[in-house]
T-cell receptor, first 116, second 116 residues
Framework: NAGVTQTPKFQVLKTGQSMTLQCAQDMNHNSMYWYRQDPGMGLRLIYYSASEGTTDKGEVPNGYNVSRLNKREFSLRLESAAPSQTSVYFC???????????????FGDGTRLSIL | AQKITQTQPGMFVQEKEAVTLDCTYDTSDPSYGLFWYKQPSSGEMIFLIYQGSYDQQNATEGRYSLNFQKARKSANLVISASQLGDSAMYFCAMRAMGGSQGNLIFGKGTKLSVKP
């Protein structure tokens, strides 16, 4: 009963290094999301993929790229990490829903990323 | 602009008492959904309860209920008979169209501490 799986759980990078965060879901969901969570800021959407083959920018996309590899997998890449990208990153998935649908997003356990 | 506001950064409640966590929202869309998530210290995001804008009755899920006041644009979470395990961050989120394109918009959260 895995749900949404994120790897790695923790990572420390140096400024300028690159890294890809991996996310996979086994619920056959169409939509997937990447968020970052900073203290006092709640969750902010970085990128999302409404369905396989599409990706769109969220609220805070600068410095990130994404790939929807297939229906199950959605990766987030930091090309040149900066200290401002130190955060907890969450991946989520959901059915492709209408606005008034009661289907929630299901979250992974998060990746704690520190950039020195 | 669409926005979720949680005005209580932190709350304390005595074990076995009820507590209300405030959430106000702003949207001009007639169709929207409101979600509450719990984030314990372990970090995962747990879906608690949903309220749709057209729902005639307040949502309830076990010890969780929503005090939905549409005219006031508020969707407060009520936790009855608090338990020590309820100590966590609680996030209110909204799904609406407009600028968010149906994605979730999160508030900044309320940290609930349950005292024995």
């Amino acid at each position: 009963n895995a749900g949404v799986t994120q790897t790695p759980k923790f990572q420390v990078l140096k400024t300028g290094q690159s890294m890809t965060l991996q996310c996979a879901q086994d619920m056959n969901h169409n939509s997937m999301y990447w968020y970052r969570q900073d203290p006092g800021m709640g969750l902010r959407l970085i990128y999302y993929s409404a369905s396989e083959g599409t990706t769109d920018k969220g609220e805070v996309p600068n410095g990130y790229n994404v790939s929807r590899l297939n229906k199950r997998e959605f990766s987030l890449r930091l090309e040149s990490a900066a200290p401002s990208q130190t955060s907890v990153y969450f991946c989520a998935s959901s059915e492709r829903v209408r606005v008034y649908s009661n289907q929630p997003q299901h979250f992974g356990d998060g990746t704690r990323l520190s950039i020195l | 602009a669409q926005k979720i506001t949680q005005t209580q950064p932190g709350m304390f409640v005595q074990e076995k008492e009820a507590v209300t966590l405030d959430c106000t929202y702003d949207t001009s869309d007639p169709s929207y959904g409101l979600f509450w998530y719990k984030q314990p210290s372990s970090g995962e995001m747990i879906f608690l309860i949903y309220q749709g804008s057209y729902d005639q009755q307040n949502a309830t899920e076990g010890r969780y209920s929503l005090n939905f006041q549409k005219a006031r644009k508020s969707a407060n979470l009520v936790i009855s008979a608090s338990q020590l395990g309820d100590s966590a961050m609680y996030f209110c989120a909204m799904r609406a169209m407009g600028g968010s394109q149906g994605n979730l918009i999160f508030g900044k959260g309320t940290k609930l501490s349950v005292k024995p």
